[in-house]
């Protein structure tokens, strides 16, 4: 079945460094590809989408490219803040078919 | 309404106990999912109603969990003869329809804590 692996947390940023989140999927056909945020006692939101090869998601200076050959979907901010600390969530699904999580990783950003 | 919405907030049971949880979808919205994030597991998929089909239940742990979905809006999940393991934080997300390309809008979830 369709599957999402990303990198274990926790990850530990100063303030300004620049974040990279892997994300890699395995599905079958053409998912769709999701970053999900859930800061401190909130619910999940979305924070990006791509809908197909090469597409590339962007909010909030975060970027994910739709990578067909790597199936990859790597979350990417140039300099993060301390408010962007959060658990992110990447996420697939195909057609119509529940979300697909992978197991989260939480972002410490240190001012 | 402005968001999904889900009550109560905070359930706690004692184990053995049935409980039942709700979710009011963004009005509109036909797709309707039941998620779970536990410690250790992660969000899983439960239980998916899109219109009038039949539900995907593929995503229930066990026959303790069922779910329905009155007049295609309201869901009620629930879960008979609680277990410490049902301990979680139960999502209900909502969809304009199961499309792959639409986003799904997740409520603040139930925390529910099984004694």
């Known amino acids: 079945g369709d599957s999402v692996t990303q990198m274990e947390g926790p990850v530990t940023l100063s303030e300004e460094a620049f974040l990279t989140i892997n994300c890699t999927y395995t599905a079958t056909g053409y998912p769709s590809l999701f970053w999900y945020v859930q800061y401190p006692g909130e619910g999940l939101q979305l924070l990006l989408k791509a809908t197909k090869a090469d597409d590339k998601g962007s909010n909030k200076g975060f970027e994910a490219t739709y990578r067909k050959e790597t199936t990859s979907f790597h979350l990417e901010k140039g300099s993060v803040q301390v408010s962007d600390s959060a658990v992110y969530f990447c996420a697939l699904t195909s057609g119509n078919t529940p979300l697909v999580f992978g197991k989260g990783t939480r972002l410490s950003v240190i001012a | 309404g402005a968001g999904v919405s889900q009550s109560p907030s905070n359930k706690v049971t004692e184990k053995g106990k049935d409980v039942e949880l709700r979710c009011d979808p963004i009005?509109?919205?036909?797709?309707l999912y039941w998620y779970r994030q536990s410690l250790g597991q992660g969000l899983e998929f439960l239980i998916y109603f899109q219109g009038n089909s039949a539900p995907d239940k593929s995503g229930l742990p066990s026959d303790r969990f069922s779910a329905e979905r009155t007049g295609g809006s309201v869901s009620t999940l629930t879960i008979q003869r609680t277990q410490q393991e049902d301990s979680a934080v139960y999502l209900c997300?909502?969809?304009?329809?199961?499309?792959?390309?639409?986003?799904?809008?997740f409520g603040p979830g139930t925390r529910l804590t099984v004694l």
């Open positions: 009005s509109g919205h036909t797709a």
């Open positions: 997300a909502s969809s304009f329809s199961g499309l792959a390309t639409n986003e799904q809008f």
